[in-house]
């Protein structure tokens, strides 16, 4: 059982950063496979970037590829989604979710454990 907590959300204006952290719980925190996901208003969930547990390869969704960047600290079971140059449409509840497995897909469904999410809004 695995336990997430989000944190770092907040109101920026475009251009922008913020960074959001997940704190998870437990002791195998370094097996678990990372992601994060967000969901806009009115907006199907959907996913941002992801961490592989064993070999911290990295995935981003192309919208957000080059300004977000995804890290994680198994000394603090901790997980980061670094948000560089944001725009208005970044503007969502961002999710830590978590899998016991290596996958690091954008399907909702491949994660097992969820956090209960962070507002991020960029204003224009």
């Known amino acids: 059982q695995v336990q997430l907590v989000e944190s770092g959300g907040g109101l920026v204006q475009a251009g922008g950063s913020l960074r959001l952290s997940c704190a998870a719980s437990g002791r195998t925190f370094s097996r678990y496979s990372m992601g994060w996901f967000r969901q806009a208003p009115g907006k199907e969930r959907e996913f941002v970037a992801a961490i592989r547990g064993s070999n911290s390869v990295t995935v981003y969704a192309d919208s957000v590829k080059g300004r977000f960047t995804i890290s994680r600290d198994n000394a603090k079971n901790t997980v980061c989604l670094q948000m560089n140059s944001l725009k208005p449409e970044d503007t969502a509840v961002y999710y830590c979710?978590?899998?016991?497995?290596?996958?690091?897909?954008?399907?909702?469904?491949?994660?097992?454990?969820w956090g209960q999410g962070t507002q991020v809004t960029v204003s224009s």
């Open positions: 979710a978590a899998n016991a497995l290596e996958y690091i897909g954008g399907s909702s469904s491949g994660y097992r454990y």
